[in-house]
């Protein structure tokens, strides 16, 4: 379950592309349409020449489609088991330090993003290049747990902040500098407090909402 959560938190940090991509399959189709429609011909015959002169285009819709929502709703599932039903079995740890990492998410659309717009999706090549390309990214920020910059989760109400977090360890407790957690609640305003939280591995934390009485 863990694999396949990093997997959807992956998936779904690249929304932005997913929607570019979609945009340019669809704008694609119209614009063929428009060029191939022949008003006198059959409908079904139009709509035949316009699936097999677009057939990548289609494809690419419809798995990425499928992609996106089942990566969706696979991480919606994730958090309400851990950070909800699971909530009163949630370590607790104690913000020391917090402030709100405002840059990561711009930085990561320019640098992984972006540049991947720049592929011919409709060019069987630049397909195959792309998914080359996508697949390293995948299998090195997943091995790595770099799956934090979400865009999902920010449309969920969440922030990323860099904070120093005092966890228990066994019967030790440990201060964790310099974590990245990631939180509905303005953690800038919980120093000194306690926050229940699930940990992707130490140093990378997404905590529990307190105001969520479930």
């Given at each position: 379950m863990w694999k396949k959560f990093k997997w959807d938190m992956f998936v779904t940090s690249f929304i932005p592309?997913?929607?570019s991509i979609i945009v340019i399959d669809v704008w694609t189709i119209i614009l063929f349409i428009l060029k191939n429609w022949d008003a006198?011909?059959?409908?079904?015959?139009?709509?035949?020449?316009?699936?097999?002169?677009?057939?990548?285009?289609?494809?690419?819709i419809a798995v990425i489609s499928v992609l996106v929502l089942v990566s969706i709703i696979g991480i919606n599932?994730?958090?309400?088991?851990?950070?909800?039903?699971?909530k009163k079995h949630l370590p607790k740890g104690k913000i020391e330090k917090a402030t709100k990492a405002n840059k990561l998410s711009s930085e990561f659309l320019l640098?992984?993003?972006?540049?991947?717009?720049?592929?011919?999706f409709g060019n069987t090549q630049n397909l195959v290049l792309f998914i080359i390309y996508f697949s390293v990214l995948a299998y090195l920020c997943i091995r790595n747990n770099n799956i934090y910059t979400n865009i999902l989760l920010e449309f969920k109400?969440?922030?990323?902040?860099?904070?120093?977090?005092?966890?228990?360890?066994?019967e030790d407790s440990h201060t964790y500098h310099d974590s990245i957690v990631i939180s509905k609640s303005d953690l800038t305003q919980e120093?000194?407090?306690d926050v229940p939280y699930w940990d992707f591995e130490n140093y990378i934390y997404i905590t529990a909402d307190r105001r969520d009485k479930k």
């Open positions: 592309l997913w929607l006198d011909g059959k409908i079904s015959d139009n709509l035949t020449n316009v699936f097999y002169g677009n057939y990548i285009q289609f494809v690419s599932s994730f958090l309400d088991k851990k950070l909800t039903k699971d640098a992984y993003i972006l540049p991947m717009i720049a592929f011919d109400g969440y922030r990323i902040y860099t904070c120093d977090l005092t966890c228990k360890v066994l120093t000194g407090n």
